[in-house]
């Protein structure tokens, strides 16, 4: 069963546009989401996060939007780069309960010249 | 500062073996997480170590394994391998480990493919 859901495997934007990567989650606990991105040949690095108090955060090109209700997060980049072509993965946790992290299955982003 | 050094960074198994993989943290780090990564499930969490102690644990058979020694470093082993394993392997560090850092703070390695023929 899987927890936290990105629905799109791939992804494909013109470079200086926007990208937007879903994320839909079914475990109402989760109460953190995390953006890693993953190059090839390297492990996964931190990108931005987001409590659950809050239904935004921004860094720079990247914000981060939390839809609680409908238990769902996005991911906006603006404007898009070459360099951010990558795997992006969302994840969740519990925090402060069990700690573990949940990761989705990751989107595979291009950007196009 | 070294990152976090996995080894082997590639390797080939047969069903049935067994396979040792290692991880070196960053110098300081306590807390070492394994994580196994394929296309049809993603990121999923193995194990999580911290101060030689196993300190949470994912959804996986017993065949998975670790342990962490005193100078932090980690070895996952997983025994009598199936095709199904063949995955990316990660290792993250942190420093105080998942309970008590913020996940900006847990640096992964680069991986080691692991191939079951």
């Known amino acids: 069963d899987q927890q936290v859901k990105q629905n799109s495997p791939s992804l494909s934007v013109q470079e200086g546009r926007i990208s937007i990567l879903n994320c839909d989650y079914t475990?109402?606990?989760?109460?953190?989401f995390l953006w890693y991105k993953k190059y090839p040949a390297e492990g996964p690095t931190f990108l931005i996060s987001?409590?659950?108090?809050?239904d935004k955060n921004e860094d720079g090109r990247f914000t981060v939007f939390l839809n609680k209700s409908a238990k769902h997060l996005s991911l906006h980049i603006v404007p898009s780069q070459p360099g951010d072509s990558a795997v992006y993965f969302c994840?969740?946790?519990?925090?402060?309960?069990?700690?573990?992290?949940?990761f989705g299955k990751g989107t595979r982003l291009h950007i196009l010249p | 500062k070294a990152g976090v050094t996995q080894t082997p960074r590639y390797l080939i198994k047969t069903r049935g073996q067994q396979v040792t993989l290692s991880c070196s943290p960053i110098?300081?780090?306590?807390?070492v997480s394994w994580y196994q990564q394929t296309p049809g499930q993603g990121l999923q969490f193995l194990f999580e170590?911290?101060?030689?102690?196993?300190?949470n644990k994912g959804n996986f058979p017993g065949r998975f394994s670790g342990r962490q020694f005193s100078n932090s470093r980690s070895e996952m082993n997983v025994s009598t391998l199936e095709l199904g394993d063949s995955a990316l392997y990660l290792c993250?560090?942190?420093?105080?480990?998942?309970?008590?850092?913020?996940?900006?703070?847990?640096?992964f390695g680069p991986g080691t493919r692991l191939t079951v023929l």
């Open positions: 993250a560090s942190s420093l105080a480990g998942l309970a008590r850092s913020s996940y900006n703070e847990q640096f």
């Open positions: 475990n109402s606990m989760f109460d953190y």
């Open positions: 987001i409590s659950s108090i809050k």
């Open positions: 994840a969740a946790s519990v925090r402060n309960r069990d700690d573990k992290i949940i």
């Open positions: 110098s300081g780090h306590r807390s």
């Open positions: 170590y911290f101060s030689e102690t196993q300190r």
